[in-house]
């Protein structure tokens, strides 16, 4: 297997920051009720909150920390001062939050901050250049680094999941501080090492849910670099290939591919299995009919609204993922939000972790079907959905190449 190799990146172990001020970038950006302003799951902030308590109790460092949530004109673009008294709840420390970013509200609160305390600065993306995307050596220029980053001795960077973003907070301060990563970053950064450099195998793909476009990128990169025995295929991205292959899927399914703009990718698709892909598509369906009732129905004979993997095709996924070594899960395999429509997912997710394989499951929607208590050394819940399928699509992560430059000119690597 060639590609998809992972730079070395420097951790804790690598930088001593005892009693230093940190600048510790985390992902705190949670979905939120656009009606009520509450925060509907706060996974990500409970994660994160271990990294603060760490760097507390164990370093005694004085911690400012900082992350984004949504975007400029999006519903969930807000403060971050609800995620505050989370973060309090969640650490057992009284954390601080200041209404400001890079103004002289937060620059006096940072110059104040002592050793044992935290401070939490407002949502990085109420300062457009956090919006904007150039290289690590440009984003080392703009005004948020060049105001904060003299009022620190060391970056740590904890946000895996934005990790595909070129921006200031996380590919600039690297360049002009001594930075490594979190905790949480290098455990998502070690699961990606096991699955692409060890050479476990069968190394098996499951992938669903509705990013197609994605996980094309995703496909095509892994069968470049032979990076996978078996790619078993769930959601609209299986639609697709049962389509490239002449299969008819019912003229309801196929109007909702063309509604999506997804039929435009079947020559793709279909260079993708003349490539030699070794993907494995569904046998059969739980689907909707006209007249509302559910049924297991073969793909043969397709006439309903196709809602999750069947019965067989469970059967037959659960075979792969018995003999795998090596599973990576990303998307649903059904419309997981209906009760009715879940099995497909909870079984194959069942399986994976039940397995005597290694998994990495994509965050999103997957994430929150895991049971916490099957998270161990041999179930890794990744963080970052979209920075995951970014790598697996072969891009390189902005954020470890900033790390990396960082390594070169601070610590002498």
């Given at each position: 297997?060639?590609?998809?190799k ?7 172990k690598?930088?001593?920051?005892t009693?230093?001020?940190?600048f510790?970038?985390i992902d ?12 509907l ?20 460092a ?21 995620h ?16 400001d ?45 060049k105001?904060?980053a ?20 996380i ?6 501080l ?15 090492k096991?699955?692409f ?14 990013k ?25 991205v ?16 196929m ?45 043969a ?30 998307g649903?395999?059904?419309v997981i939000?209906?009760e ?6 909870k ?21 929150s ?6 998270v161990?050394d ?14 697996l ?6 954020a ?14």
């Amino acid at each position: 297997m060639n590609g998809l190799k992972l730079p070395k990146i420097p951790t804790l172990k690598d930088f001593d920051i005892t009693g230093r001020k940190i600048f510790l970038r985390i992902d705190i950006n949670v979905p939120i009720d656009p009606d009520t302003g509450k925060i509907l799951d706060d996974r990500r902030i409970r994660v994160h909150a271990e990294t603060i308590r760490m760097l507390i109790e164990q370093y005694n460092a004085a911690v400012v920390v900082a992350s984004h949530q949504g975007r400029p004109g999006e519903q969930d673009f807000g403060t971050l001062e609800k995620h505050a008294e989370l973060l309090s709840e969640y650490t057992g420390l009284n954390i601080k939050f200041v209404p400001d970013v890079i103004g002289p509200t937060a620059r006096e609160e940072i110059k104040k901050l002592k050793q044992g305390e935290v401070l939490l600065l407002d949502n990085l993306r109420l300062v457009s250049e956090e919006i904007l995307e150039a290289t690590p050596e440009k984003q080392s220029m703009t005004i948020m680094v060049k105001r904060l980053a003299p009022l620190f001795e060391a970056y740590v960077n904890d946000a895996f999941a934005t990790a595909h973003r070129s921006q200031p907070s996380i590919v600039g301060f690297p360049l002009v501080l001594p930075s490594v990563a979190g905790p949480v970053f290098e455990k998502e950064v070690k699961a990606l090492k096991r699955v692409f450099e060890t050479m476990e195998s069968p190394r098996i793909f499951i992938l669903g849910g509705t990013k197609v476009r994605d996980l094309l990128r995703v496909i095509e990169n892994l069968v470049i670099n032979k990076a996978a025995d078996r790619i078993l295929t769930t959601g609209l991205v299986a639609q697709l290939f049962l389509v490239a292959k002449g299969v008819n899927i019912g003229k309801e399914n196929m109007r909702f591919l063309e509604e999506k703009g997804i039929l435009s990718l079947i020559p793709r698709a279909r260079h993708i299995l003349l490539m030699g892909a070794p993907i494995e598509t569904p046998i059969d369906f739980k689907i909707v009919n006209e007249d509302g009732t559910i049924e297991n129905a073969s793909v043969a004979g397709i006439k309903g609204k196709i809602k999750d993997i069947g019965e067989a095709t469970i059967n037959m996924y659960k075979g792969f993922i018995k003999e795998a070594k090596v599973i990576v899960m990303r998307g649903p395999a059904g419309v997981i939000e209906d009760e009715k429509f879940r099995k497909g997912t909870k079984e194959l997710l069942d399986a994976a972790v039940n397995s005597n394989a290694f998994v990495l499951i994509g965050g999103g929607h997957l994430a929150s079907m895991v049971d916490p208590k099957h998270v161990n050394d041999h179930v890794h819940v990744s963080t970052g959905g979209n920075a995951l399928l970014l790598f697996l699509s072969g891009e390189t992560l902005p954020a470890l190449k900033a790390l990396e430059l960082s390594a070169t000119m601070f610590l002498g690597w």
